[in-house]
């Protein structure tokens, strides 16, 4: 009788927990399991943005500016078709001004000059924007880097020397003459250095480009990597719009044809 009476309470007390287990067990049927935590995916990760916080090691994508041949982004960032369009239907449309007295010195400043004062000149402050691998002497000067030309893709090799330097130029995406045969000719000696040197008209290319280009618009040159011509002539409509120049009929049309396949 006594071992009879010991098995009772053990023999009660499994059947309270089997009743639990299946009480719980069918609440987390009802209920479908806990609540994910939010952002979470069932694979572990974050949801659509893919953005995480700084404790887990996950990185952040970041927006990319637009890309021209070889996988470098636009160099100054400001490359908008859409805003570009937009800049072009307000343009004035006419003939250009004879180039009667054009003086890229006495018009447009010594080549090149300090207008940000940072304490290098533009041409320097281009190459260290637009280059990679960038060795400078002292905290301005440019000695050596590598540079893909926005106007081919190609890979050029930047060395400061007498017969080298000129294999990687700074080309005015506006020619200064074709801004002096299009309104500025009207504008102060000031704001003529100024587009002379601003960055958003300026990148760094292929020497044999720069020569080829000249001083031709649009409808006369247009760089031979096709995939850069909607960021060329955006940089060209910017600068014409920031200026207050104008745009000559065959300039203006070449130029809406390039946005209109943008």
């Avoid at 806990?34 to 404790?55: I, K, Q, Y």
């Avoid at 952040?60 to 070889?70: K, L, N, R």
């Avoid at 637009?130 to 050596?144: I, M, S």
């Avoid at 926005?150 to 506006?174: A, I, K």
Wanted: net charge neutral; with cysteine.
């Amino acid at each position: 009788m006594p071992s009879n009476r010991r098995r009772i309470p053990i023999t009660l007390t499994s059947l309270v927990v089997v009743l639990v287990l299946a009480a719980g067990g069918y609440l987390v049927h009802r209920t479908g399991g806990a609540e994910p935590t939010p952002g979470v995916t069932a694979a572990g990760g974050t949801g659509a943005s893919r953005a995480s916080s700084p404790t887990t090691g996950a990185t952040t994508p970041t927006t990319a500016t637009s890309p021209v041949p070889g996988g470098a982004p636009d160099p100054t960032g400001t490359a908008d078709a859409a805003t570009a369009r937009q800049q072009l239907a307000a343009l004035p449309v006419k003939g250009k001004a004879p180039a009667t007295g054009y003086d890229r010195v006495a018009d447009f400043g010594t080549a090149w000059l300090d207008v940000d004062h940072n304490g290098c000149d533009t041409r320097n402050d281009v190459l260290a924007r637009d280059l990679t691998d960038v060795q400078r002497e002292g905290p301005c000067k440019v000695l050596r880097g590598t540079l893909t030309s926005p106007y081919t893709g190609e890979h050029v090799d930047f060395v400061r020397g007498n017969t080298t330097s000129t294999l990687v130029q700074v080309d005015h995406v506006v020619a200064l003459e074709n801004a002096w045969r299009t309104g500025a000719q009207q504008l102060s000696q000031q704001e003529r250095e100024a587009l002379a040197n601003d960055p958003e008209n300026l990148f760094a290319v292929d020497g044999h480009s720069n020569a080829q280009k000249r001083a031709g618009d649009a409808a006369t040159w247009l760089p031979a990597a096709a995939g850069f011509r909607c960021t060329y002539v955006a940089h060209q409509v910017a600068v014409k719009t920031k200026y207050h120049l104008w745009v000559a009929p065959a300039e203006h049309d070449a130029i809406a044809r390039i946005l209109d396949r943008c």
